[in-house]
């Protein structure tokens, strides 16, 4: 069984920045050769992938509305994810969720909200 937590949502103003993190625990021993990802949902629509981490970091890739604008990164020794977001806009509130390469485990969500 594995946990993800995810943290660091809020309410913020549009161009403000924000950092969440997502952090796995129990049977992470896959965590180390695995992708990991962050999705959003916003309400009334479906969730999407917002950004994607290869197992060593050295790959990332993202949705085209947050490219250059959020980075996904990740720290193998604390079994940790993070997203910076920097410039958010409007667009950006949802329910961000930290998703795990292997089997189907999701966090629970952490909320953002951009508005002025």
């Known amino acids: 069984q594995v946990r993800l937590v995810e943290s660091g949502g809020g309410l913020v103003q549009p161009g403000g920045s924000l950092r969440l993190s997502c952090a796995a625990s129990?049977?992470?021993?896959?965590?180390?050769?695995?992708?990991m990802m962050w999705y959003r949902q916003a309400p009334g629509k479906e969730r999407e992938l917002v950004a994607i981490?290869?197992?060593?970091?050295?790959?990332?890739d993202y949705l085209d509305s947050v490219k250059g604008r959020f980075t996904i990164s990740r720290d193998n020794a604390k079994k940790t994810i993070a997203l910076q977001m920097d410039h958010l806009k409007l667009e950006d509130t949802g329910l961000y969720y930290c998703?795990?390469?292997?089997?189907?485990?999701w966090g629970q969500g952490t909320q953002v909200t951009v508005s002025s």
């Open positions: 981490i290869s197992e060593s970091g050295g790959n990332t």
């Open positions: 129990g049977s992470t021993k896959h965590f180390n050769a695995s992708s």
């Open positions: 998703r795990a390469g292997w089997g189907d485990y």
